[in-house]
């Protein structure tokens, strides 16, 4: 199995190649439009072939590559399943394990930063390996006030999926902006201001409710944009033209 | 393959837990003297045989369990060879594989901390994982200033030995004082507030060389009793006698 932990500097999001060395297949967890070329690149240096990309939820902070990898690789695109889009090829839901060559990846519904938003869990032979999305971060969570968020439904999937699992289990978060690159289930436990040392769910959303966050500076565009799968919208604001290099392709 | 991180907190010490699941042999790397009773219960409840115990060094900050591990259950006690003690069994250097099962584990030479330490190394299917002792922590390192310490010889092992691996090798420390479980080499080389952001050697020194540290508080009878393999001196203050609970029967 291949695994590379990708970043993408101006939303500071966490793309996951995960791959079979075996079938030479893989798969994108998050590809942002930015950086593009470098996961083909990467796909080309380690000759293996994109099956799918597959995102954990429709992102207001960046904009998917998923349209592009679909045009110049023929891969699939894979949203949760509420997202109704025509651009989507397959729709992710909780049960239904998705294969890549011989892994396994199983999504974990996990509303509240979004209610669409879903999770993958690996099962390593060592450790288990949770791509959190933006669900669970390192040391923070994902806001709940816009896109259908809700705090007590985030409490709830953070303890009810991610925090059942064993302490070891390693935590792959969908942004850091700090240079973390990884945590585990017993780390974020025991550190996380928003839920660490067993905060209660009143607590959790007394946090939430007060984070008095900046409007998301790319969600106008990028959420109508994220639904046609990364096409750029024509409202992209000028000083923002960065996050759609390929525009004119679109 | 088992893998459990464990944790005593007087010292703030990580032992590790590593099995082959399909052989059912384990190793311990650095168990300390008072999980002992900990350690063997979950051999038992895994129904693991412990082959050994690994030591990446002499410790100065708690006594190892070696030795009431190795008459409770025959294991071997493993040092780096170049500690000489005739409790020893096994002499563990650089090159020369430690089989656990089929899992291999790789000792590197990292002196600095001491003059002696060796990190582990696995190969995983997916990451690597790197057991770095004290040579490299969460955001610190080990200190450089008794047992042979030498902070010029500590950033070497930690550039050429730890900092050459893939940035997704996984980094598990022998100590954390702040609740954290697993870096990255990645992270390590980003936030290291010692190394970290391409740090000079000259720079890593001055740091090393300014912190001011106070006199271990156990390493007077820590430093002996673990060249005995985890035997408590009779100088242990009575203060710090629960470091010492299987006295009587040493």
Not at 75 to 94: H, L, N
Not at 116 to 125: C, E, G, K, Q
Not at 140 to 154: I, K
Request: one cysteine or more; a negative charge; glycine letters at 8%.
């Amino acid at each position: 199995m291949i695994f590379k932990q990708l970043f993408e500097t101006d939303s500071s999001t966490y793309t996951y190649l995960i791959a079979d060395t075996d079938t030479g297949d893989a798969i994108l967890i998050d590809p942002v439009l930015e950086t593009v070329e470098r996961d083909l690149q990467l796909l080309k240096d380690l000759n293996l072939s994109l099956n799918a990309t597959l995102e954990t939820h429709v992102h207001a902070d960046h904009l998917t590559g998923a349209r592009i990898l679909k045009q110049k690789t023929g891969c699939k695109t894979a949203y949760p399943a509420m997202v109704q889009a025509s651009c989507i090829d397959i729709g992710i839901r909780e049960g239904s394990i998705f294969k890549v060559g011989n892994i396994c990846i199983n999504p974990l519904f996990t509303p509240g930063h979004t209610d669409h938003h879903h999770a993958f869990l690996i099962d390593s032979p060592i450790q288990k390996l949770l791509f959190t999305g933006d669900a669970l971060l390192i040391e923070a969570c994902g806001r709940t006030d816009f896109q259908s968020g809700n705090a007590e439904a985030l409490y709830n999937s953070i303890h009810n999926k991610f925090f059942s699992l064993p302490g070891e289990t390693l935590i792959y978060p969908g942004h850091d902006y700090e240079g973390r690159h990884v945590s585990s289930v017993a780390q974020e436990k025991a550190r996380n201001p928003r839920l660490g040392g067993g905060k209660s769910k009143q607590q959790f959303i007394d946090i939430m409710n007060s984070l008095d966050l900046p409007y998301p500076r790319k969600i106008d565009f990028a959420v109508p944009g994220n639904l046609a799968c990364g096409s750029c919208p024509d409202n992209v604001p000028e000083e923002l033209k960065g996050s759609c290099p390929f525009h004119d392709q679109g």
